[in-house]
T-cell receptor, first 117, second 113 residues
Framework: DARVTQTPRHKVTEMGQEVTMRCQPILGHNTVFWYRQTMMQGLELLAYFRNRAPLDDSGMPKDRFSAEMPDATLATLKIQPSEPRDSAVYFC???????????????FGDGTRLSIL | ELKVEQNPLFLSMQEGKNYTIYCNYSTTSDRLYWYRQDPGKSLESLFVLLSNGAVKQEGRLMASLDTKARLSTLHITAAVHDLSATYFCAVDHLPNSGYALNFGKGTSLLVTP
């Protein structure tokens, strides 16, 4: 089965360090999403791309977070500098469809479990 | 502000019993999604409901959508332990936004013998 692949699966680092999370969407999927999951806030949309173009990153703290898609097979989410409140599980998801045609579900990766000490 | 509210948030039920999880949302979206998440795992798609009155069933789970009431239900029939998980409903972040999703808080289901 085709899968969304995220690396690393786990990351522990100290406050102030740069963190880069990577996502390989399912081949052929044209839309990529980043979500963050915490106990307090649940699942939050951070940013998403269609055909590699950013469509919305309003859910992301702009001063420290950045999301890019250097090519169709790679999406990255960076945090610089990281803070303890960034500790969470970060999920990448990918899907098919153009605007208004969301009859297929998004497929989620296994997530990156991030701990900032 | 778009709100997606699930209830209950926690549910403990005995094997063999029936129960319904409710999902209310505040937008005019005509699409709704149900996902399952096991502890420490990813989200697995269960159902995509595309129109008013849509009903889908898979095994012991049945989901329905009433867009006029902005309500979806996930009905569990004769629960078994394997159904223990957290269930999320989600709607489009913005109408016709290309389906970036807003999720409910999730319903943690525990099925006991």
């Amino acid at each position: 089965d085709a899968r969304v692949t995220q690396t690393p699966r786990h990351k522990v680092t100290e406050m102030g360090q740069e963190v880069t999370m990577r996502c390989q969407p399912i081949l052929g999927h044209n839309t990529v999403f980043w979500y963050r999951q915490t106990m307090m806030q649940g699942l939050e949309l951070l940013a998403y791309f269609r055909n590699r173009a950013p469509l919305d990153d309003s859910g992301m703290p702009k001063d420290r977070f950045s999301a890019e898609m250097p090519d169709a097979t790679l999406a990255t989410l960076k945090i610089q500098p990281s803070e303890p409140r960034d500790s969470a599980v970060y999920f990448c998801a990918s899907g098919l469809g153009r605007q208004g045609q969301s009859n297929q579900p998004q497929h989620f990766g296994d997530g990156t479990r991030l701990s900032i000490l | 502000e778009l709100k997606v509210e699930q209830n209950p948030l926690f549910l403990s039920m005995q094997e063999g019993k029936n129960y319904t999880i409710y999902c209310n949302y505040s937008t005019t979206s005509d699409r709704l999604y149900w996902y399952r998440q096991d502890p420490g795992k990813s989200l697995e798609s269960l159902f995509v409901l595309l129109s008013n009155g849509a009903v889908k069933q898979e095994g012991r789970l049945m989901a329905s959508l009433d867009t006029k009431a902005r309500l979806s239900t996930l009905h569990i029939t004769a629960a078994v332990h394997d159904l223990s998980a957290t269930y999320f409903c989600a709607v489009d972040h913005l109408p016709n936004s290309g389906y970036a999703l807003n999720f409910g808080k999730g319903t943690s289901l525990l099925v006991t013998p």
